[in-house]
């Protein structure tokens, strides 16, 4: 494993609205992903997970703490760059799939690589495939099971190979063992092109894909070291 | 095409009927300005092209100021060094068997050829003999006419056929082509002199000049001399007025079609906020996202603007003709030709409908590139936020208000800034609804619930929680039934106020000869007066004369009878004004009195035919025959003026209390029966200036229902849009056990509640709306006043009209939810 | 222009009114008929217009030409009415202070629709129509400029005394005042204002001003001239700044009648001359359809002293010298002649003084012509003389046959 890590979060708080009591999402959170690692962030449900993906992803901005993705400070890069850093490092994995319903499977990936301006039709198709999506390029997404919608969103992430790809709750609307079919995928995928990818979830099927596993309690990040403390 | 705006533009195949609503919203409001503007355009420019074809290469006209010209003067004319070539015409009337009235000419084609070459009537050596021996048969038989071709094909007759006229039969000899369309038929002047009762007469003469000033020097006492320019714009300054309403009535429609389309944005917009989100996610720039929509709503634009042309112009056939009549019944006769068909049309729709679009969408825009991704992906509406916004909304429109009612009271400026002012007063309101919306939210959930229960309350509800979606498509919806009160309150109003005219100066018993193209002889009113037991006979006569370069109404009557029998709307003072009249005083008309700023106890100087004459200003009475300005006069102060002796017709007043009431009013029917001449009573002739109104009004009350199709497609786009966007609710709604039919009734109530808010704030707005276009609009254009007279009728009407867009916006959701709802889910998308 | 004195003799030359067009079969064996076109173009029209309609009075309600008229003056100056065409015909050729040459020419004619109006009491009510050319000719600023009217009597707009020479067309007119006749008449920039006074008697054609023009006993005209007006007055040309006094000669001709024209005539030479010797010279040439020359066309000479003599078609030799092409009709006419009458010992080459004199009336009749002063020189009984006057070339662009 390469030392450098893809993202660092240093002591993030994030504070929504003006009230002190309950608007307060993140309280100094820590957070270090290497290269290449598959890091599974346990937490319930409001415990502030999304709203870190949301931070690390550069769509909403931290009220305080330091953000670096590929050693690049999220604050400094600029609405821009940020986008930019989007498109063309990381990939997103939604729990609603968040798949664009007006496109076919295949344009939903093609969207991605035409992002980057790589946009080949064979190395969509070849993502879809990779998926095991093979021939149902053409179907809208309400044509498709849900595990099927989740291996588009899938392959849309990695079609372009991202240095990271954030993943929230890529299982939470599926069954178990469609849901275990979609993170061998995805583990898999990461695999092999070597992405880091940082899950955000609260059931602790993700727990054996991991790396590591950190668990997030009222805005704090503390590190796990089994998926038996999950299930406990 | 990049995938993003693919994204974008297949909403508009999967949501085909939505599509279609949206499109067909615009291609309405579209279409109501094209059709307004090509057929107002079309009446204008027929009507300058008939001026300009009649006129042929005639410099100047020369007329007495009032009435018709002696023919022996031609002579003088003749030998005038300043004339180059001159042609005596005589310019009247007939009514064709249809009731239409065609203008004849009476020229004398020697003369005439130089002057008008093109009419053509006259043979060359060229012809045939045939077209020679209709030239002889021109100048030798009587009755004989040439009729303008198009005319020839609406009456399907050809030479030889005869042409029945309220002057008696006419003979055509031959068809001539007249590219101004108007209705046209050739007399020789000497038959038209005899077929009009007018020997030794004629209207006036149409000159090419040399030497205007040597010329007026010469001419200038007791002759009115007008140069072509000049008459032109005495007669398109005649149709301003008239011609400024159509232009506003026209930006009304574009006013509600680019509110619509605000509408219709916005729609999109909330539609794709999550599918902005996502795009946001996968690091699609804003711009591109923005760009994607932009090319969403010009492409409505384009394709309905595009639709609102080609319906514009179908419209158009429609109005022109409307428009004709309207100008015909109130200034002159013109019968337009219906606008020509052009591919222009299709790209100034588009251009109008993109600029809509743009304007439309502009908010809508701003919207989407505040949008936040996080928010818009985890489906947060941020409802506190909306309220929040509504009442920031609510406060501009306040300040809008405030600017409109300041520009409304500024219209003395122009009537153009009153015009404004009411635009940005309706927008205003329509800002304001959102807020309106909030307070009036409780009663209507009461109002609600007691109409259908539980469902009734959740509409309530959803109304209240989809703020954003609900108060646009209310206070567009609001906006077109305010119009459509505005203007059926108006018309209402000024019918009203005609009535009560008709009844202070029409009271009559029996009225001869009003029609336009018809004159009591004068041996006839002589006849009528020698009638022992009349109470009085008033000799009426209306003419247009020259007042400060414009066209202005002289009429003369009696004074003494009509003193004695009606009862004028008198500014000030009462019946005694009369007193004044009949030893040489004027009354004007109430426009008379405000376009020229007359004032009671001054004068007037009017171009008699012995040179200027003053007269003094008696009383100023309240008067709807002309915008123009009317000054009435005794009979004998108006012979001596302008020695004109015409009569138009004949008011015969009979005493109430008379015994021979009846006998008499037989008698006066019997002689003018004898004569030919029409008779009617008070009843119908009072019939006849409503009818007349009416008609004048169709093109308004067109407008009015176009406003309400484009309000129609707007509500019915906004409630299905809403309901598209709720299907999910409607999964959670079975979940809960709802029936149906209570989907159904809840559906139908929420429709129903908007159309109900929606329709009681227009009945403020649409009064309020009245009362400008009463107040502010007619007494700045038409310089006359017409009393508020409130009436239920454009209310129910409205109400009515907003009850069946609101059910009918609501049946196809309805339609749809039956069909799909077994199969609902809780599911997201 | 003192050198053009005319000897009385009778000038052969007839005139023809129009006639209805069945009448014509019957005529073409008979003899050919002269006349000028000048007439018979304006005439076209109401020619027609008669054929076209049953409504007008027939041919035979008007008087006819059959016996000799006494003549009475001022009288005859005026119209005849019971007659169904007739005419006052002016043309001159003028000169200004600087010896500038000009031509005019002003004719009135009245042609008869009815023999009464329909309503007697309305002046528009139609009985006759009024026609009139006008053409004024600048010779030093190679100008022509011809116009052309019509009017019904009206109310006054035109008309002829019946006792005295007054005639007008709208602001056009001919009045005799106190022995002089003074002609009137302005359109756009060109006017005319002349006073005529006549230096020699009367000339009656024909018997006693009876000009036959055809083997019926009918087709006959009432015809007289005075040849020799002396002119006096000024004019102002579209191309003059201001009025040019000038002083020339004119011709006057009044002809009436009843009779109607023939149509086996393709188009005419005309000439009417005055030599510097004092001779005037009109000749006259008929060309047929069939290539060869009428047998009436014919001339007359007048000599100084008013004496006349007949020339027929045999005493005349005419040669074109060369010829003109109109840019604008494509008509091909003679322009320069010579001349050659042996029994008259005279011998002259005519050229036009302004080579384009056509006119086109496309605006009223349709018909173009060339109609125009000229001049030349040559001999007149073995002595050298100038020569000035009218020439009118007819039927160059396409037939007149046809169309008459």
């Keep these: 494993m390469v030392t450098k890590p893809v993202i660092r979060v240093v002591d993030l708080w994030k504070q929504y609205g003006d009230d002190n009591k309950n608007g307060v999402a993140l309280r100094g959170a820590n957070l270090e992903i290497s290269a290449g690692e598959t890091v599974a962030l346990f937490g319930k449900s409001g415990s502030g997970k999304t709203t870190l993906l949301n931070l690390i992803a550069g769509l909403d901005r931290p009220t305080r703490g330091l953000i670096e993705v590929d050693g690049q400070d999220l604050e400094t890069l600029g609405e821009r760059g940020r986008t930019e850093l989007r498109r063309k490092r990381l990939g997103f994995v939604f729990q609603f799939f968040n798949l664009l319903p007006t496109l076919t499977a295949f344009e939903n990936v093609f969207l991605s690589l035409e992002l980057i301006g790589k946009p080949d039709p064979k190395t969509a198709r070849e993502a879809l495939a990779a998926v095991g999506l093979e021939g149902k390029g053409p179907r809208y997404p309400h044509e498709l099971s849900g595990g099927e919608q989740q291996r588009v969103a899938i392959a849309r992430a990695i079609v372009k190979e991202p240095a990271l790809i954030l993943a929230d709750e890529p299982t939470g609307n599926l069954d178990t063992a469609t849901g275990n079919q979609v993170l061998d995928l995805l583990e898999k995928r990461c695999r092999e092109h070597s992405m880091s990818l940082l899950m955000v979830t609260h059931t602790p099927l993700t727990c054996r894909y991991a790396h590591r596993i950190l668990r997030m309690v009222d805005g704090v990040i503390t590190e796990q070291t089994s998926c038996a403390e999950i299930e406990r | ?829 | 222009m003192d050198n053009t004195h005319i000897k009385n003799k009778k000038l052969l030359m007839t005139r023809t009114g129009a006639e209805r067009e069945k009448q014509q079969s019957a005529e073409k064996a008979g003899k050919p008929i002269t006349k000028r076109v000048r007439i018979t173009i304006t005439l076209t029209l109401f020619w027609f217009m008669l054929c076209g309609t049953g409504s007008v009075t027939p041919a035979e309600e008007w008087k006819q030409a059959v016996t000799p008229w006494q003549w009475v003056f001022p009288r005859d100056h005026g119209q005849h009415p019971e007659y169904r065409t007739e005419w006052w015909y002016f043309t001159g050729n003028l000169s200004d202070s600087q010896k500038r040459r000009y031509g005019y020419q002003l004719t009135f004619f009245r042609q008869a629709i009815a023999s009464s109006p329909l309503r007697p009491h309305n002046p528009w009510s139609v009985r006759d129509v009024y026609l009139a050319h006008f053409a004024l000719t600048d010779v030093s600023g190679k100008h022509f400029r011809h116009y052309d009217r019509s009017s019904r009597t009206g109310p006054g707009l035109a008309g002829a005394d019946k006792d005295s020479m007054n005639v007008w067309t709208l602001n056009w007119s001919a009045r005799m005042k106190k022995n002089g006749i003074h002609l009137e008449a302005r359109q756009g920039d060109a006017t005319l204002k002349l006073e005529l006074r006549p230096r020699k008697p009367i000339v009656f054609h024909g018997e006693k001003g009876r000009s036959r023009k055809g083997p019926q006993e009918g087709q006959s005209s009432y015809y007289y001239s005075l040849t020799d007006l002396e002119t006096t007055g000024t004019i102002k040309t579209p191309w003059s700044r201001e009025e040019i006094r000038v002083e020339g000669t004119s011709w006057f001709d009044h002809e009436f009648g009843s009779n109607q024209l023939t149509r086996d005539q393709v188009g005419w030479d005309w000439f009417g001359l005055h030599l510097s010797d004092g001779r005037d010279l009109m000749v006259y040439f008929l060309r047929k359809s069939d290539g060869s020359i009428e047998a009436a066309s014919s001339g007359t000479i007048i000599e100084k002293d008013g004496t006349t003599q007949h020339l027929n078609a045999a005493d005349i030799r005419m040669d074109v010298l060369d010829r003109w092409t109109s840019p604008r009709s494509g008509a091909k006419y003679p322009s320069t002649w010579q001349l050659r009458i042996p029994a008259a010992r005279i011998d002259i080459t005519l050229a036009p003084l302004v080579t384009d004199q056509e006119l086109t009336t496309t605006a009223s009749t349709g018909i173009t012509y060339w109609e125009g002063a000229v001049a030349g020189h040559g001999t007149s009984e073995e002595r050298d003389v100038a020569v000035e006057g009218y020439m009118e070339l007819t039927g160059y662009a396409g037939s007149l046959g046809g169309v008459f």
């Design chain 2, 1 to 829: 095409m990049r995938v993003v705006t693919k994204s974008f533009l297949r909403y508009l195949l999967k949501r085909r009927s939505l599509s279609v609503l949206q499109l067909l919203g615009i291609a309405c409001g579209v279409a109501a300005v094209v059709g307004m503007t090509l057929s107002a355009g079309s009446a204008l420019s027929s009507f300058a092209q008939a001026v300009e074809f009649l006129r042929g290469k005639s410099t100047h006209v020369i007329e007495r100021p009032a009435g018709p010209m002696e023919e022996k003067i031609l002579k003088n004319l003749m030998n005038d060094p300043a004339i180059e070539a001159f042609s005596p015409v005589l310019d009247r009337q007939v009514r064709i068997e249809s009731g239409d009235t065609v203008r004849l000419l009476g020229i004398d084609p020697f003369l005439d050829r130089v002057v008008r070459p093109e009419l053509g009537y006259t043979p060359s050596a060229g012809d045939s003999s045939g077209r020679l021996g209709q030239f002889v048969d021109f100048l030798r038989k009587e009755r004989s006419v040439l009729i303008e071709n198009g005319l020839a094909a609406q009456l399907g007759v050809q030479p030889g056929s005869i042409i029945p006229t309220s002057k008696g039969d006419l003979y055509v000899l031959g068809l001539f082509p007249n590219p101004s369309g108007e209705p046209l038929l050739l007399m020789d002047i000497g038959h038209a002199q005899e077929l009009l009762g007018l020997s030794g007469q004629v209207d006036r003469v149409d000159l090419i000049l040399r030497d205007e000033t040597g010329f007026r020097t010469r001419w200038s006492e007791g002759y009115r001399i007008q140069s072509h320019r000049q008459r032109k714009e005495t007669l398109v300054a005649m149709l301003s007025a008239f011609r400024l309403n159509l232009e506003a009535l026209s930006l009304l429609a574009l006013f509600v079609g680019v509110f619509l389309i605000y509408n219709t944005s916005m729609f999109a917009v909330v539609s794709r906020r999550r599918d902005a989100g996502i795009l946001r996610s996968l690091g699609t720039y804003r711009k591109e996202i923005v760009l994607a929509f932009l090319m969403e709503i010009m492409l409505f634009g384009i394709v309905g603007g595009a639709l609102g042309g080609v319906l514009g112009y179908l419209l158009s056939r429609f109005l022109t003709g409307l428009l004709g009549n309207t100008i015909t019944n109130l200034y002159f006769f013109l019968r337009p030709a219906a606008p020509a068909w052009s591919n222009w049309i299709v790209l100034a729709g588009s251009f109008l409908g993109c600029g809509a679009s743009l304007l439309g969408g502009f908010l809508p825009l701003q919207e989407l590139v505040r949008l936040d991704p996080v928010e818009a992906l985890s489906g947060r509406a941020a409802s506190r936020k909306a309220e929040k916004k509504t009442w920031h909304v609510a406060l501009v429109g306040f300040c809008i208000i405030a600017l409109g009612i300041a520009l409304l009271l500024m219209s003395f400026v122009h009537v153009y800034v009153g015009f404004a002012g009411i635009f940005i007063f309706l927008l205003g309101i329509a800002l304001v609804t959102g807020a309106l919306l909030i307070l009036i939210g409780p009663a209507l959930k009461w109002v609600l619930y007691h109409l259908g229960g539980l469902p009734g309350k959740i509409a309530a509800g959803n109304i209240r929680r989809n703020l954003g979606r609900t108060s646009v498509a209310v206070s567009a919806f609001m906006v077109a039934l305010a119009l459509s009160i505005g203007l059926g309150a108006m018309i209402g109003s000024f019918r009203q106020s005609l009535l009560w005219w008709m009844n202070t100066q029409l009271r009559g018993d029996l009225y001869i000869s009003t029609i336009t193209d018809t004159q009591v002889p004068e041996d006839f009113y002589r006849e009528v007066l020698a009638i022992p037991g009349l109470g009085g006979v008033d000799p009426f006569r209306n003419v247009q004369v020259t007042y400060k370069d414009t066209q202005i109404s002289v009429t003369s009557v009696d004074a003494s009878v009509l003193q004695r029998y009606t009862r004028f709307g008198w500014l000030r003072g009462g019946n005694e004004n009369w007193d004044g009249v009949k030893s040489g005083a004027v009354i004007i008309s109430e426009s008379f009195f405000r376009r020229f700023k007359v004032k009671e106890g001054s004068t007037v100087t009017l171009e008699g035919i012995n040179g200027p004459e003053t007269l003094k200003v008696q009383a100023v009475f309240y008067d709807y025959t002309t915008e123009h300005g009317l000054v009435m006069m005794d009979r004998a102060t108006y012979l001596r003026l302008y020695n004109d002796r015409t009569i138009n017709s004949l008011g015969i007043f009979i005493d109430p209390g008379n015994p021979r009431r009846q006998e008499l009013l037989e008698e006066v029917r019997r002689r003018a029966r004898l004569r030919g001449l029409p008779i009617l009573t008070r009843n119908q002739l009072q019939g006849n200036i409503l009818t007349l109104f009416d008609s004048t009004f169709a093109v308004t009350r067109s407008m009015r229902v176009m406003a309400i199709v484009v309000a129609f497609f707007g509500i019915s786009g906004a409630l299905l849009t809403l309901f598209i966007e709720r299907r999910r609710d409607f999964g959670i709604y079975r979940a809960l056990g709802f029936s149906t039919s209570q989907i159904a009734v809840m559906t139908l109530l929420e429709g129903l509640g908007m159309g109900i808010v929606s329709f009681l704030l227009s009945t403020v707005t649409g009064t309020a709306l009245a009362i400008m276009l009463i107040k502010v609009i007619n007494l700045r254009s038409f310089n006359w006043t017409i009393f508020y007279y409130p009436a239920w009728q454009p209310y129910v009407l409205t109400g009515a009209v907003a009850l069946c867009a609101s059910i009918g916006a609501a049946l196809y959701p309805i339609w749809k939810v039956r069909r799909t709802y077994p199969q609902m889910q809780i599911r997201e998308e």
